[in-house]
């Protein structure tokens, strides 16, 4: 049976910033992935990067070294 599990969700108000956090941390080998906007959330774009909880405080710090424009950034339970 699956269970809830809580993730990081960084949204975005253009398609081009979340493609941006994409590359940006797959070339560095950070964790996360692109999904679709859960429900739970409304946001700009329709994708999200789905990560651990409680990294924050490090998102925002590669965010901002990425010089990347984020919209919010939420700690919800998604299926998993």
């Known amino acids: 049976m699956r269970q809830r599990?809580?993730?990081?969700?960084?949204?975005?108000?253009?398609?081009?910033?979340?493609?941006?956090?994409?590359?940006y941390c797959q070339a560095r080998n950070l964790p996360g992935r692109l999904i679709p906007i859960p429900r739970e959330i409304t946001a700009g774009c329709g994708l999200a990067w789905k990560t651990l909880p409680g990294e924050d405080a490090r998102f925002v710090q590669i965010l901002e070294e990425a010089g990347i424009?984020?919209?919010?950034?939420?700690?919800?339970?998604?299926?998993?």
């Open 5 to 23: 599990k809580p993730a990081l969700i960084i949204t975005f108000s253009a398609t081009t910033d979340a493609m941006a956090m994409e590359t």
């Open 69 to 80: 424009r984020w919209e919010a950034m939420k700690t919800i339970e998604l299926w998993g």
